[in-house]
C-alpha cells in the first residue's frame, strides 16, 4: 500500500520534471519523506522555503511604502 501511494505521488512529478527538465523544489517538512525516491536529479531542498521567500516579499514591499 506504500509502494502505491509514493508512487501515485511521485510519478507523476517525474513525468513533469523529464517533460520539462527543470529543477524541482521540495518544501516543508513532509516532503522530506519522498526526497529519497528521485535520485539523480536537480532538486532543491529547503524545509523553510516558503516562510523565507514570504519575508523577502514582505521586506520588499515595505521599503516602497517608506
Do not use: Q, V
Request: charge should be positive.
Amino acid at each position: 500500500i506504500n509502494y502505491a501511494i509514493f508512487n501515485s505521488i511521485i510519478l507523476p512529478i517525474l513525468n513533469l520534471y523529464y517533460k520539462y527538465k527543470m529543477p524541482l523544489y521540495f518544501t516543508g517538512g513532509d516532503s522530506k519523506l519522498i526526497l529519497n525516491h528521485f535520485n539523480n536529479i536537480d532538486l532543491k531542498y529547503d524545509k523553510n522555503m516558503i516562510f523565507k521567500s514570504m519575508k523577502s516579499i514582505i521586506k520588499k514591499e515595505e521599503k516602497k511604502i517608506s
